[in-house]
Structures are given as structure tokens and as C-alpha cells.
């Protein structure tokens, strides 16, 4: 769904600009001027839709990162909504609020227009065009949640995998894509793989919530990656070109500078992970280490000796 096609503005719109395309197509779509429409109510619910993204600074930030496809994995209609207030606008219409706030909310049940246009003191009913709408929210069956653990090397190149799922005595396949740079906590959403409606109304949503497992090797901070690199002590006295593996399974040559202190971090830029699908790669940060032999040769310990002698 293209936001920016709903409401038939430019990317760069600025947000005046958003919202006055959006009071337009309110205005044409809106249910009260209509009734029995059932083409218009859609596609008013999509222009608001748009519109509680788009007016929101950071939605149509990462909206605009991820693109449709990924921005609707990583936001439910609840996240959408959630604090959308449509009321100043819709109040041009004449609609009466008796004082109210009229807010796009979700009840959990999924899907963010359960309450739209509530009245105080109108005994809990939906109002203009809505109830059908409301009723047939509540019969939609339960969202789902399921952990989604996946690799860091996952994370660095996206991933396609295939889940699972419970469905009577057959079990059903479902195929989804893990967009590069995820973190640990966000949810990606499968529309209609919740649980079925007991009343014959539309499935519910399969949440993934993802889990980063931890690496051998590296450390994720942010997009950034870091790991520890041990060395001879000679190596750090004089210097030395050592060799760190990357996550994508690539030997980096690195020149360790003479004189190298034990816990120096040499920076490796565009070796992490990116912040997005597509986006800037972080750095890879190695710490270094200096390995302190356990056990010398009669041979080393002389050497060892003399060094000791000459101040070092």
C-alpha cells in the first residue's frame, strides 16, 4: 500500500501539505456523505490510515526507509494508530464529539479502528456508519505471537525462512522474509495466520517477535559489531599484519601499529551490520588483545631475559 499514492501527494511533501490532501479525501470518502457505500467507507479507512502514518514524524521516517512491504511487517494496526488523533480534522465535517477526543485506538483484537469516533455518554456504540464495522471487528479471530530466533549473519544479509504451524492435524507452511539490520524485539507480522474466528469472521495476525542469537565471535551494538583479537606480545612491540575475519566469512589483512597497547579497539568501517534493508553498514571494532605464553622454551626464557635486561 503506497501512502503517498492514497492521499495523491509527493515524498517530499511537507506535512501541511499531507493534511490537506487528507481532509480532501475525507471529505469525498467519508460514510456520512456515503451511506450504504461500502467502496467509499474502504477507502476512507485506507486514507486514514495513510494519513496516521504520514503525520507522524518518525512512521514516516521508517516508513519511508523500509518500504511498504517492510514497514507493514514491523508495525500492526495498533502501532499505527496508536496516539493517530484525526479529531480537529473530521471535526470540519460537523461531526459532533460531545468534547471527546476522537482518536484511532486498538483493543487488542487487532486492527485499529474498533473504536473510532466513540461518543462520551453514548453507551460504549459506534456512530456514524461504524457499528457494522466495529461488530465485525469483534469477531476476528486472536492474534498470535511466536520468538523468531535467527543469526547475526541473518541480520547482515536478510533471510527468507520457513515457520511451522499448527493447524488441526497438518501442519501449514508459511514463508517469511527477515529484513536485513532487525534487531532483537521487533515483531514482524503475517497477516491472517492468527488464530481462525469462531464465528466465521477473518483470521487473526501471527506475530514473530525476533530473538538475535548470540555469535561466537562478535558482539552487536546497534549496527555497529565488535570482537577481541589476540596477539603475540612481539607482534605488539614491533608491529605486525595480522588477519580478522568479517561476519560474511572474508580474512581482512590489518596492520597492527608498532607499540600497540593491550585493549586498543582498530576500527574496520563498513564491516558491521546495516542499519536497514539497504542502508549504511556500521563498523567492525576489534579489541586487541596480547597472549602471555604459559610455557617457554630454555631458548625463550634467555631471550626473555635479555629483554628484561635491556629495560623493556
Same mark, same amino acid.
Given at each position: 500500500?503506497?501512502?503517498?499514492?492514497?492521499?495523491?501527494?509527493e515524498?517530499?511533501?511537507?506535512?501541511?501539505?499531507?493534511?490537506?490532501?487528507?481532509?480532501?479525501?475525507?471529505?469525498?470518502?467519508?460514510?456520512?456523505?456515503?451511506?450504504?457505500?461500502?467502496?467509499?467507507?474502504?477507502?476512507?479507512?485506507?486514507?486514514?490510515?495513510?494519513?496516521?502514518?504520514l503525520?507522524?514524524?518518525?512512521?514516516?521516517?521508517?516508513?519511508?526507509?523500509?518500504?511498504?512491504a517492510?514497514?507493514?511487517?514491523?508495525?500492526?494496526?495498533?502501532?499505527?494508530?496508536?496516539?493517530?488523533?484525526?479529531?480537529? &480534522?473530521?471535526?470540519?465535517?460537523?461531526?459532533?464529539?460531545?468534547?471527546?477526543?476522537a482518536?484511532?485506538?486498538?483493543?487488542?483484537?487487532g486492527?485499529?479502528?474498533?473504536?473510532?469516533?466513540?461518543?462520551?455518554?453514548?453507551?460504549?456504540?459506534?456512530?456514524?456508519?461504524?457499528?457494522?464495522?466495529?461488530?465485525?471487528?469483534?469477531?476476528?479471530?486472536?492474534?498470535?505471537s511466536?520468538?523468531?530466533?535467527?543469526?547475526?549473519?541473518?541480520?547482515?544479509?536478510?533471510?527468507?525462512?520457513?515457520?511451522?504451524?499448527?493447524?488441526?492435524?497438518?501442519?501449514?507452511?508459511?514463508?517469511?522474509?527477515?529484513?536485513?539490520? &532487525?534487531?532483537?524485539?521487533?515483531?514482524?507480522? &503475517?497477516?491472517?495466520?492468527?488464530?481462525?474466528?469462531?464465528?466465521?469472521? #477473518?483470521?487473526?495476525?501471527?506475530?514473530?517477535?525476533?530473538?538475535?542469537?548470540?555469535?561466537?565471535?562478535?558482539?552487536?551494538?546497534?549496527?555497529?559489531?565488535?570482537?577481541?583479537?589476540?596477539? #603475540?606480545?612481539?607482534?605488539?612491540?614491533?608491529?605486525?599484519?595480522?588477519?580478522?575475519?568479517?561476519?560474511?566469512?572474508?580474512?581482512?589483512?590489518?596492520?597492527?601499529?608498532?607499540?600497540?597497547?593491550?585493549?586498543?579497539?582498530?576500527?574496520?568501517?563498513?564491516?558491521?551490520?546495516?542499519?536497514?534493508?539497504?542502508?549504511?553498514?556500521?563498523?567492525?571494532?576489534?579489541?586487541?588483545?596480547?597472549?602471555?605464553?604459559?610455557?617457554?622454551?630454555?631458548?625463550?626464557?634467555?631471550?626473555?631475559?635479555?629483554?628484561?635486561?635491556?629495560?623493556?
Amino acid at each position: 500500500m503506497d501512502y503517498y499514492k492514497l492521499l495523491g501527494v509527493e515524498k517530499s511533501a511537507s506535512p501541511e501539505e499531507i493534511k490537506k490532501a487528507y481532509r480532501k479525501l475525507a471529505l469525498k470518502h467519508h460514510p456520512d456523505r456515503n451511506k450504504g457505500n461500502k467502496e467509499a467507507e474502504e477507502q476512507f479507512k485506507k486514507i486514514s490510515e495513510a494519513y496516521a502514518v504520514l503525520s507522524d514524524k518518525e512512521k514516516r521516517q521508517q516508513y519511508d526507509t523500509v518500504g511498504s512491504a517492510g514497514f507493514q511487517q514491523r508495525y500492526s494496526q495498533e502501532d499505527i494508530f496508536r496516539n493517530a488523533d484525526l479529531g480537529d &480534522i473530521l471535526r470540519e465535517f460537523g461531526i459532533n464529539f460531545g468534547g471527546g477526543r476522537a482518536s484511532f485506538r486498538s483493543s487488542g483484537g487487532g486492527g485499529g479502528f474498533e473504536e473510532m469516533f466513540r461518543q462520551p455518554g453514548a453507551g460504549g456504540r459506534a456512530s456514524h456508519g461504524f457499528q457494522d464495522f466495529r461488530q465485525q471487528q469483534q469477531v476476528k479471530g486472536n492474534d498470535l505471537s511466536l520468538e523468531l530466533p535467527i543469526t547475526l549473519e541473518e541480520v547482515l544479509n536478510g533471510a527468507e525462512k520457513t515457520i511451522s504451524l499448527g493447524r488441526g492435524a497438518v501442519a501449514e507452511k508459511v514463508s517469511v522474509k527477515i529484513p536485513a539490520g &532487525i534487531e532483537t524485539g521487533k515483531k514482524l507480522r &503475517i497477516s491472517g495466520k492468527g488464530s481462525p474466528s469462531p464465528m466465521g469472521g #477473518p483470521s487473526g495476525d501471527l506475530y514473530l517477535l525476533i530473538k538475535v542469537e548470540p555469535h561466537p565471535t562478535y558482539v552487536r551494538d546497534g549496527s555497529h559489531l565488535s570482537m577481541d583479537l589476540q596477539i #603475540p606480545y612481539s607482534s605488539a612491540v614491533l608491529g605486525a599484519e595480522v588477519e580478522v575475519p568479517t561476519l560474511e566469512g572474508k580474512q581482512l589483512k590489518v596492520k597492527v601499529p608498532p607499540g600497540c597497547q593491550p585493549q586498543a579497539k582498530l576500527r574496520l568501517r563498513k564491516h558491521g551490520l546495516p542499519d536497514s534493508p539497504g542502508g549504511a553498514r556500521g563498523d567492525l571494532l576489534v579489541k586487541i588483545l596480547v597472549a602471555v605464553p604459559k610455557d617457554l622454551s630454555d631458548e625463550q626464557k634467555e631471550l626473555v631475559d635479555r629483554v628484561k635486561e635491556s629495560g623493556l
